[in-house]
């Protein structure tokens, strides 16, 4: 059973006195004790510590909540986090239903010292997204987190807002060149549509020109009936569709089921909510993970 943030919070007052022990985070991700003038800022999952970590450079302490390998969508804090929370400046989330745990860490006194940011603020989603929080899959919607990000640690550190500035310019044209690129290398394809594993890439889908179908719903976790996967399976055959999609961080076995089912190829296509603690230790980048979507993208489609 997950734990609740209620609970969450009063193991985090209680276990104050042992942070060091109770801690969960790795050290990699856990924010430093150390005396340091660098603003501390907690982010949720992947996606916005790699966008902070580059925005704040040497100038910023940035850790994540959700550890290395583990798929966010079901995930909460732990006493461990909550301890580290209490010690930074700032806490940066995804919002549009990514991180239902936040609101109770909003209303929460003792964490009134801390600027919460949501990163997707200053997207406009329209109704029939309004349940879908995959919006950093899309350049141009990571280009607005990036952006709101920026902001909330010049206002935190205002002697270092032109340092935030210049990197995030530079980040900014990076996503621009990426945005470019897929549009280029997408723009030429015989096939329009994919199956992935969950409906992660209905943003990016609009962006570029692909219709999505998906074994599962918004959450990977979501339950997939009988008639779901039948359903799918006529799909796959009346489209002619050869490759389908898994994701690295969810068992494959349903997707391994559907390729037996309708003699298609698999392909990783990640909805970049996590990355492996291999990738971590490789420091692999957002860019990176980006490319190698674009590649199996490619021979799904049959892009020339």
């Known amino acids: ?26 050290p990699t991700q856990a924010q430093t004790d150390s005396n340091t003038n660098k603003i501390k800022v907690i982010t949720s999952f992947y996606p916005l510590y790699e966008f902070s970590k580059n925005i704040g450079g040497t100038r910023a302490e940035i850790s994540v909540f959700t550890p290395f390998g583990v798929e966010p969508h079901d ?38 010292h801390i600027m919460f940011v949501q990163a997707s603020s200053q997207i406009k989603i329209d109704e029939s997204s309004k349940a879908d929080p995959h919006v950093w899959l899309d350049p141009v919607f990571a280009k607005s987190e990036v952006n709101v990000i920026k902001s909330a640690m010049q206002k935190a550190d205002p002697a270092n807002a ?3 500035e210049n990197n995030t310019n530079n980040y900014l044209q990076k996503l621009d060149e ?30 570029y020109g692909i219709k999505i179908n998906s074994l599962s719903g ?22 002619q569709i050869k490759v389908i999609f898994a994701e690295e961080l969810i068992d494959p076995k349903l997707a391994e089921v559907l390729a037996e089912e309708t003699g298609t190829k698999i392909l990783t296509l990640s909805p970049l909510e996590g990355i492996s603690k291999s990738e971590q230790a490789k420091n692999t980048s957002y860019f990176d993970k980006m490319q190698e979507n ?5 021979e799904a489609l049959e892009c020339t």
Request: charged share 20%; net charge positive.
């Open 218 to 239: 918004i959450a990977p976790e979501s339950e997939i009936t009988a008639n779901d996967l039948k359903n799918l399976i006529n799909y796959i055959k009346t489209e």
């Open 162 to 164: 032109n340092y935030y």
């Open 1 to 26: 059973m997950r734990r609740s943030i209620i609970v969450g919070l009063v193991a985090a007052t209680i276990l104050c006195g042992f942070a060091l022990v109770s801690r969960q985070i790795t």
């Open 294 to 298: 674009l590649a199996s993208l490619k």
């Open 75 to 112: 995930w909460e804090p732990t006493a461990g986090n909550l301890i580290a929370l209490t010690k930074s400046n700032l806490f940066v989330y995804n919002g549009v239903g990514m991180e239902p745990f936040v609101n109770k860490l909003v209303d929460s006194q003792e964490y009134s």
């Open 178 to 207: 990426l945005d470019s690129k897929i549009k280029s290398e997408l723009s030429n394809c015989k096939k329009d549509k994919i199956v992935t594993f969950h409906n992660a890439f209905a943003y990016f889908g609009k962006r």
